[in-house]
């Protein structure tokens, strides 16, 4: 299995390349600058300056790929829609790191996190950017995708415990720590479980 890390050097993208690599598995870093991670294998190229040939020979690529300038979250659908079109019609898996904006709350699936009255305004226009980004890429029966969602409370400095627990579409829990959220993504990688599915990764 060969797998790509697309913003290799990001927070999550960088814990997620270095996670594939302790695990001996091929992994090459994607990366617009000199390569910060463990990989020993490098493309250096904008993600928008992505070919289908430079994607042919991975079998899974992980889109670690943010955006947090509020001027341009347009990016979020745009950079999706771009990789979606290269792995088109192929049997190339693409695992994008999502929100949690948009997990449901309760049972009912009534309201999603990003609606309930105390979610934090200055998140919001990033949450909605996201959330747009999941109902677009569930119209996509050409790609085989999986968008992953972290608890709520997206930890940096999380612990690794190394356990984690999963959800499909609903809070189940209050945090998880980029460790944790990158043993997901690369068990996810590696097992292929949830194809054409969404689902959300907590520690507590």
Same mark, same amino acid.
């Given at each position: @299995? ?6 290799a050097n /990001?927070?999550? +993208?960088?814990?997620i390349?270095n996670e594939a690599?302790n ?5 090459t870093a994607?990366v617009?600058?000199?390569n910060?991670t463990k990989? !020993?294998k490098?493309i250096q190229?904008?993600l928008f !300056? %992505?070919?289908?040939a !430079? %994607?042919?020979?991975?079998d ?5 790929f943010?955006?947090p300038d509020q001027?341009k979250?347009d ?13 088109s #019609? ?7 790191? $999502? $929100?949690a +904006?948009?997990?449901f709350v309760d049972?009912?699936?009534? @309201?999603? %996190?990003?609606?309930?009255p !105390?979610f934090?305004e200055? =998140?919001? #226009?990033t949450? %909605?950017a ?8 569930k119209q996509?029966?050409?790609v085989?995708?999986?968008f992953?969602?972290p608890?709520p409370d997206?930890q940096f400095? $999380?612990?690794r415990? /190394?356990? =984690?627990?999963t959800?499909d579409?609903?809070?189940? +829990?209050?945090?998880v720590s980029y460790?944790? =959220?990158?043993?997901a @993504?690369v068990d996810e990688?590696?097992? $292929?479980n949830?194809i ?7 520690s507590?």
């Open positions: @299995m060969k797998i790509a890390v697309i913003a /990001g927070k999550a +993208g960088k814990l390349t690599v695990r001996g598995l091929d992994v994607i617009r600058s000199e910060k990989a !020993d490098v190229k904008d !300056d %992505l070919t289908k !430079d %994607l042919a020979s991975f899974v690529i992980i889109d670690a943010g955006q001027e979250l990016q979020h659908s745009k950079s999706l829609t771009f990789l979606s079109d290269l792995v #019609n192929t049997e190339q898996r693409l695992l994008i790191i $999502g $929100g +904006g948009s997990l049972e009912t699936h009534t @309201m999603k %996190l990003v609606e309930a !105390d934090p200055i =998140y919001k #226009n949450a %909605l996201q959330s747009k980004t999941l109902e677009e890429i996509r029966d050409d085989l995708w999986t992953i969602s608890a997206f400095e $999380g612990e415990t /190394g356990t =984690y627990k959800s579409d609903e809070v189940i +829990g209050t945090s460790a944790d =959220y990158a043993i @993504m990688a590696v097992e $292929g949830h054409q599915k969404r689902f959300a990764v907590f507590k």
